[in-house]
C-alpha cells in the first residue's frame, strides 16, 4: 500500500513539477506553442510557474521520504 502512494506521489510531483516548467518557459518567451497562447512572453506565468515547480519537488521529497 505505501509502496503504491509512493509511486503515485513522485509521478504526480514529476507532472506538476514539468508543467510548472513548461509555464515557467512560456511566459519567459521560450516556448511560443501554441502560438495563441495567452501565456507567452507573460512574465505573471514565470511566477505561477515557479510555484507550481516548487509543489511538485515538494510532492516527489514527500513521495520519497515515507516508509
Known amino acids: 500500500m505505501m509502496r503504491r ?3 503515485i506521489l513522485s509521478l504526480l510531483g514529476l507532472a506538476v513539477a514539468l508543467l510548472g516548467i513548461f509555464w515557467m518557459l512560456q ?3 521560450i516556448i ?4 495563441s ?4 512572453g ?3 506565468w514565470v511566477t505561477v ?3 507550481v515547480s516548487v509543489v511538485g519537488l515538494f510532492l ?3 513521495g520519497r521520504r515515507l516508509r
Do not use: C, E, K, N
Open 49 to 51: 510557474g515557479s510555484a
Open 42 to 44: 507573460d512574465s505573471v
Open 27 to 29: 511566459g519567459l518567451g
Open 5 to 7: 502512494l509512493r509511486s
Open 60 to 62: 516527489i521529497l514527500l
Open 32 to 35: 511560443a506553442w501554441p502560438a
Open 37 to 40: 497562447s495567452f501565456m507567452v
